[in-house]
């Protein structure tokens, strides 16, 4: 059974909620024909990393458009 866009959109949330790596980041979630698009800044490379990982392991999830920024420390 297919999912829709707005089963994988809440089940991305709820996987970035529930990774300790991710959880905190304040990240845009926007899905479209199966390909997740994240969105948002965060602290580290290897946080941008985590979050395309945790949302390309949703289930229905065909692609992943990390659109993600990191900052540098100050």
């Not at 999830?61 to 540098?72: K, L, Q, S």
Request: net charge neutral.
């Amino acid at each position: 059974m297919k999912r829709t866009d707005g089963q994988i959109r809440t089940d991305v949330i709820q996987a970035l909620e529930d990774d300790p790596r991710v959880a905190g980041s304040e990240l845009g979630v926007h899905v479209s024909g199966g390909v997740v698009t994240l969105a948002g800044t965060v602290d580290s490379w290897a946080v941008k990393m985590a979050a395309q990982d945790t949302a390309r392991r949703v289930p229905g999830c065909t692609g992943v458009r990390n659109w993600i920024v990191f900052r540098m420390g100050d």
